[in-house]
């Protein structure tokens, strides 16, 4: 199984970004499918997580800012993000877990991608 994130980079506060998360070898539809973030010397924080019927859970510094959502005939999984802040500059990470539906925590899932940098400044 292999996710790879793209679409980091630098941006400007009060713009927009949107993540790509692709998989291979792994059917996103079907699946928990997350989003996560890290910044340096803090654990990763869940941002948004996506079930297998489209039903999304959000973090709450998100506050409408940000959405997840899926392709299934690309089998791809995406983070628009709008409305950026400093705050919101970590490396993000895709996440998918072997459930339909989503356990809440990092150690609940089981497939990680590598991470893609978004720099708000």
């Known amino acids: 199984v292999q996710l790879v994130e793209s679409g980091g980079g630098l941006v400007q506060p009060g713009g927009s970004l949107r993540l790509s998360c692709a998989a291979t070898?792994?059917?996103?539809?079907?699946?928990?499918m997350a989003w996560f973030r890290q910044t340096p010397g803090n654990g990763r924080e869940a941002v948004a997580a996506?079930?297998?019927?489209?039903?999304?859970d959000y973090a709450g510094f998100v506050n409408h800012r940000f959405t997840i959502s899926r392709d299934s005939a690309k089998n791809t999984l995406y983070l628009q993000m709008n409305g950026l802040e400093p705050e919101d500059t970590a490396m993000y990470y895709c996440?998918?877990?072997?459930?339909?539906?989503?356990?809440?925590?990092?150690?609940?899932?089981?497939?990680w991608g590598q991470g893609t940098q978004v720099t708000v400044s």
């Open positions: 996440a998918a877990q072997d459930r339909s539906w989503c356990k809440a925590g990092p150690s609940s899932y089981d497939y």
């Open positions: 996506l079930d297998s019927d489209g039903i999304a």
């Open positions: 070898t792994y059917t996103t539809n079907g699946h928990c």
